[in-house]
């Protein structure tokens, strides 16, 4: 069975920085595309950060500059460095990987449980 667990969420004041991990687990044959998605309370669910499995990545525009994606391929872990926080990343933050339970099967989407962050003015 997959799991995606997340850590590192927590209250930050704006201006300041937080570090999420995302440790992937389970029967795995390969992983793909990893990324961070964020929800608001109201908003959907939204694209903030995707690395693809060569290290290639992809921002939204609100955290260009700010946000950095990288991913730790031995251990199946993927980090979102989040730096000049403002209230507006207030969000649930979710991970997500397209991967491959066996050399057979297609890629399918996982996702975490969620952390939740919230910035303070």
């Known amino acids: 069975q997959v799991q995606l667990v997340e850590s590192g969420g927590g209250l930050v004041q704006a201006g300041g920085s937080l570090r999420l991990s995302c440790v992937v687990s389970g029967r795995i044959f390969s992983i793909n595309a990893m990324a961070w998605y964020r929800q608001a309370p109201g908003k959907q669910r939204e694209l903030v950060a995707g690395?693809?499995?060569?290290?290639?990545?992809n921002y939204a525009d609100s955290v260009k500059g700010r946000f950095t994606i990288s991913r730790d391929n031995t251990k199946n872990t993927v980090y979102l460095q989040m730096n000049s926080v403002k209230p507006e990343d207030t969000a649930v933050y979710y991970c997500n990987a397209d991967l491959r339970v066996t050399l057979k099967s297609r890629g399918s989407d996982y996702w975490g449980q969620g952390t939740q962050v919230a910035v303070s003015t």
């Open positions: 690395i693809s499995s060569g290290g290639r990545t």
